[in-house]
T-cell receptor, first 116, second 115 residues
Framework: AQKVTQAQTEISVVEKEDVTLDCVYE???????LFWYKQPPSGELVFLIR??????QNEISGRYSWNFQKSTSSFNFTITASQVVDSAVYFC?????????????FGEGTQLTVNP | NAGVTQTPKFRILKIGQSMTLQCTQD?????MYWYRQDPGMGLKLIYY???????DKGEVPNGYNVSRSTTEDFPLRLELAAPSQTSVYFC??????????????FGAGTRLSVL
């Protein structure tokens, strides 16, 4: 069975602080994809990043960076110099290749609040 | 630039009523999904489809039905609505191949209350 755990239910920071959102996953498969999605207060889900299990390089996109460590089954997300617009629920998700139809297993999300 | 379109955005149902949540996508994606999101929780997969005429159950299919007669449309049917079906419903789609393979694109959601 596959599982995604986001242990931090809520995080509150002050603007310009750095913040890291944790994601730990469980899978028996050797080939899989990991994702992060953002759900702002308006409610829609916005795709942020996809990473396959063979690519352990960290990725940076502007103020966002992702740290993938297969050894600890973690795919953590860091926002540098946070802004109020970063306030949202962030979901980590796993796609196991043995399942059909690109089905995703989602974590329960981390509510990030960035205060001015 | 429509993407994935869900209707209605909001709906209140009485216990025992039925309704269909509509989902359509204009990206020619083979794969489509229905999820529900309960307050403070992640998304749970209800049903999915890998192409027209093919549907399959997800984690929480009880109380729902789907059909996929065309590539574009994937309606979700609630028969005998129950308070436990109060939730936000999201439809999503992704292509089978190409650079965007496995990236699911979501609709804006339908907020449903069953009273």
């Amino acid at each position: 069975a596959q599982k995604v755990t986001q242990a931090q239910t809520e995080i509150s920071v002050v603007e310009k602080e750095d913040v890291t959102l944790d994601c730990v996953y469980e899978t028996r498969d050797t080939t899989y994809y990991l994702f992060w999605y953002k759900q702002p207060p308006s409610g829609e889900l916005v795709f942020l990043i996809r990473r396959n299990s063979f690519d352990e390089q960290n990725e940076i996109s502007g103020r966002y960076s992702w740290n993938f460590q297969k050894s600890t089954s973690s795919f953590n997300f860091t926002i540098t110099a946070s802004q109020v617009v970063d306030s949202a629920v962030y979901f980590c998700a796993l796609r196991q290749m043995e399942t059909s139809g690109s089905r995703l297993t989602f974590g329960e999300g981390t509510q990030l609040t960035v205060n001015p | 630039n429509a993407g994935v379109t869900q209707t209605p955005k909001f709906r209140i149902l009485k216990i025992g009523q039925s309704m269909t949540l509509q989902c359509t996508q204009d990206m020619n994606h083979n794969y489509m999904y229905w999820y529900r999101q309960d307050p403070g929780m992640g998304l749970k997969l209800i049903y999915y489809s890998v192409g027209a005429g093919i549907t399959d159950k997800g984690e929480v299919p009880n109380g729902y039905n789907v059909s996929r007669s065309t590539t574009e449309d994937f309606p979700l049917r609630l028969e005998l609505a129950a308070p436990s079906q109060t939730s936000v419903y999201f439809c999503a789609s992704n292509p089978r191949g190409g650079l965007a393979k496995n990236i699911q694109y979501f609709g804006a959601g339908t907020r449903l209350s069953v009273l």
